[in-house]
T-cell receptor, first 116, second 116 residues
Framework: AQKVTQAQTEISVVEKEDVTLDCVYE???????LFWYKQPPSGELVFLIR??????QNEISGRYSWNFQKSTSSFNFTITASQVVDSAVYFC?????????????FGEGTQLTVNP | DAGVTQSPTHLIKTRGQQVTLRCSPK?????VSWYQQALGQGPQFIFQ???????QRGNFPDRFSGHQFPNYSSELNVNALLLGDSALYLC???????????????FGEGSRLTVL
């Protein structure tokens, strides 16, 4: 069975601060995929990134960066110079390849509030 | 290009009633998944449809059923509603994940169901 843990329920920062959202995962599969999604108040989940288990290279996309460490089963997400528009709930998710399809196992989410 | 659309956006039902939620996937997508998101929690996988068949199912009772139509749109039906069924129901579309890498899911804004 798969499990994703996001220990930080809520984080509050002031605009322009850097913030890191933690994600720890559990799986016995050697091939798996990790995701981050953003959920604004409108409700829809917005895809941010997908990483596969064979690619531990960190990734940067504008103000966003992701740190994947298999040794600690972590896939952390950092927002640099946060902005008010970054306020949302962020979910980390895990998927493994199954013969019948694929499903995402989500963490409980981290509510990020960026104050002006 | 229309994204994933869901209807209705909000609805209120009473215990014991039945509800049908509808989803139109993003253009070009052939796979539809449904997730239940209780307040303050991460989405939980209900089931996935591909080629009009349920391909995968999460840990949900038989009261939850679905259907996919030839145009790839989908319905989620819940019978004998319980108070605990109150949640945001999210539909997500994708290309067939078995055809390659599990693709990113495109989510709709959800249908918020309240059971009184």
């Amino acid at each position: 069975a798969q499990k994703v843990t996001q220990a930080q329920t809520e984080i509050s920062v002031v605009e322009k601060e850097d913030v890191t959202l933690d994600c720890v995962y559990e799986t016995r599969d050697t091939t798996y995929y990790l995701f981050w999604y953003k959920q604004p108040p409108s409700g829809e989940l917005v895809f941010l990134i997908r990483r596969n288990s064979f690619d531990e290279q960190n990734e940067i996309s504008g103000r966003y960066s992701w740190n994947f460490q298999k040794s600690t089963s972590s896939f952390n997400f950092t927002i640099t110079a946060s902005q008010v528009v970054d306020s949302a709930v962020y979910f980390c998710a895990l998927s493994v390849r199954e013969t019948s399809g694929s499903r995402l196992t989500f963490g409980e989410g981290t509510q990020l509030t960026v104050n002006p | 290009d229309a994204g994933v659309t869901q209807s209705p956006t909000h609805l209120i039902k009473t215990r014991g009633q039945q509800v049908t939620l509808r989803c139109s996937p993003k253009s070009g997508h052939d796979t539809v998944s449904w997730y239940q998101q209780a307040l303050g929690q991460g989405p939980q996988f209900i089931f996935q449809y591909y080629e009009e068949e349920e391909r995968q199912r999460g840990n949900f009772p038989d009261r939850f059923s679905g259907h996919q139509f030839p145009n790839y749109s989908s319905e989620l039906n819940v019978n004998a509603l319980l108070l605990g069924d109150s949640a945001l129901y999210l539909c997500a579309s994708s290309l067939d994940p078995l055809a390659g890498l599990p693709g990113e899911l495109f989510f709709g804004e959800g249908s918020r169901l309240t059971v009184l």
